[in-house]
């Protein structure tokens, strides 16, 4: 199955900005192969998707995050970014990268922490 490694987390003010980072494993060639979400979890919360793109290049976002969040891939790197914007205390999670629509269970990562905080 395909690993994924996110990275690019921290603490960050309100309204500040955060860019991640999700490498896929190489088995699986190049990135452009499959369709990546970035998900979220917030403490108490389900796992929920945050923006995803599929193979062609198209972009899906929650409601909560249009606007403010941007999810690219970078084949060179075989990675999918996730630029986000704006940030409120709301954001605060949690977030991984799987397949979508369909998640992996096996490849979720240790994911990457972001805190929106004063």
């Known amino acids: 199955q395909v690993q994924f490694v996110e990275s690019g987390g921290g603490l960050v003010q309100p309204g500040g900005s955060l860019a991640l980072s999700c490498v896929a494993s190489e088995n699986i060639g190049s990135i452009n192969r499959i369709a990546v979400g970035w998900f979220r979890q917030a403490p108490g919360g389900q796992r929920e998707l945050a923006a995803a793109i599929t193979q062609a290049g198209r972009t899906k976002y929650a409601d909560s995050v249009k606007g403010r969040f941007t999810i690219s891939k970078d084949i060179t790197k075989n990675a999918v970014n996730l630029q986000m914007n704006n940030l409120k205390p709301e954001d605060t999670a949690v977030y991984y990268c799987?397949?979508?629509?369909?998640?992996?269970?096996?490849?979720w990562g240790r994911g990457t922490q972001v805190t929106v905080s004063s």
């Open positions: 799987n397949s979508w629509p369909f998640p992996d269970v096996a490849s």
